[in-house]
């Protein structure tokens, strides 16, 4: 039963769960909004095209994958909300970075663990691509 109590205890959490999740997306938006609007997002999309087309995806999503690989899935979320993505590239792009995300920080717990960082990160690196490269070849 939802009592007043739990209607505030659970607005309280959304409210503060949506500042936190902000303080990352805005900030992530606005500069890629700006390195579109500058040209600089279309300097490194045609940079990065062939590469990406192995995804089946536009060259400005090589900004989307490093900074999920870098900083995480809400980081990639905020860039991608400005770049126009077909819902096969969207999903492709979502695939690679739940698999490879955050791999600084995974990177330094996994250190902790007793694993080797850099094998871990490589490994995780090789099967996100691997599964772009063969749902884009599946779905694409």
């Known amino acids: 039963m939802v009592t007043t109590d739990t209607f505030k205890r659970g607005f309280y959490k959304g409210i503060t769960t949506f500042f936190e999740l902000s303080k990352i997306l805005v900030p992530v938006y606005l500069g890629v909004q700006l390195l579109s609007v500058s040209g600089i997002l279309s300097i490194m999309a045609d940079f990065f095209t062939p590469a990406m087309s192995v995804f089946g995806l536009p ?9 999920g690989y870098f900083s995480g899935g809400y980081a990639a979320l905020g860039a991608m909300a400005v770049i126009k993505l077909t819902s096969i590239q969207i999903t492709t ?10 791999l600084i920080t995974e990177g330094a717990v996994v250190k902790k663990l007793g694993v080797s960082t850099m094998a871990s990160v490589l490994l995780r690196i090789l099967f996100s691509l691997i599964a772009g490269f063969l749902f884009n070849l599946i779905f694409g």
Do not use: C, D, N, Q
């Open 59 to 67: 060259g400005e999503t090589s900004l989307v994958l490093i900074l």
């Open 93 to 102: 792009v979502s695939i690679m970075v739940t698999i490879a995300h955050s």
